[in-house]
Antibody, heavy 126, light 109 residues
Framework: EVQLVESGGGLVKPGGSLRLSCEAS????????MTWVRQAPGKGLEWVGR??????????DYAAPVKGRFTISRDDSKNTLYLQMNSLKTEDTAVYYC?????????????????WGRGTLVTVSS | QSALTQPASVSGSPGQSITISCTGT?????????VSWYQQHPGKAPKVMIY???NRPSGVSDRFSGSKSGNTASLTISGLQAEDEADYYC??????????FGTGTKVTV
């Protein structure tokens, strides 16, 4: 089955760190660019950042609110995407989704978010 | 990067057509054809309904269609059905090599 499964969410104090993981299965993980999107409780979707495939340079881009605090990486040998979150703020509280940037088999895209995980909740609170 | 502007809510009766607008700038919607639309039911992950302005992924009903004119993109749902009741978000690539989502529209059938 083609799927993405996020893990690593939980409760963390302001200023703390957390690392999220997203394990892919059912497709060749090294092909698509990968993205993190978050959604604060009762709010809209917010793009967090993206990592390109190794064949396209493996470079990253981030949204302004998380730049310098969050780092996206990927381990294609483990079919896993990561989001390292440092210096967390209360406004980072959200469900974090991983998604492919373009079709998961890279037959189209990038430019849109095709395959989504179910998300993992991160709560930043003292 | 400010969120793209969508109406907060749109409603229609079963069988009718509705259109949701998504307004940005020349640095996002107006500058690229990487506009996509997502449907999200409560407690669920979003699902792509339209990509590259007007393309439908395999498995998405042809009742959903997309278009763009200048800095405004639109999603039209024809033959409205009860299962279409959900939140809808647009998204666009931007000149900063990032993406921006719309503010979201609640569709009521």
């Amino acid at each position: 089955e083609v799927q993405l499964v996020e893990s690593g969410g939980g409760l963390v104090k302001p200023g703390g760190s957390l690392r999220l993981s997203c394990e892919a299965s059912g497709f060749t993980f090294s092909n698509p660019w990968m993205t993190w999107v978050r959604q604060a409780p009762g709010k809209g979707l917010e793009w967090v950042g993206r990592i390109k495939s190794k064949s396209d340079g493996g470079t990253t881009d981030y949204a302004a609110p998380v730049k310098g605090r969050f780092t996206i990486s990927r381990d294609d040998s483990k079919n896993t995407l990561y989001l390292q979150m440092n210096s967390l703020k209360t406004e980072d509280t959200a469900v974090y989704y991983c998604t492919t940037d373009g079709h998961y088999d890279f037959s189209s895209g990038p430019g849109y978010f095709d395959l989504w995980g179910r998300g993992t909740l991160v709560t930043v609170s003292s | 990067q400010s969120a793209l502007t969508q109406p907060a809510s749109v409603s229609g009766s079963p069988g009718q057509s509705i259109t949701i607008s998504c307004t940005g700038t020349s640095s996002d919607v107006g500058g690229y054809n990487y506009v996509s639309w997502y449907q999200q039911h409560p407690g669920k992950a979003p699902k792509v309904m339209i990509y590259d302005v007007s393309n439908r992924p395999s498995g998405v009903s042809d009742r959903f269609s997309g278009s763009k004119s200048g800095n405004t993109a639109s999603l039209t749902i024809s033959g409205l059905q009860a299962e279409d009741e959900a939140d809808y978000y647009c998204s666009s690539y931007t000149s900063s090599s990032t993406y921006v989502f719309g503010t979201g529209t609640k569709v009521t059938v």
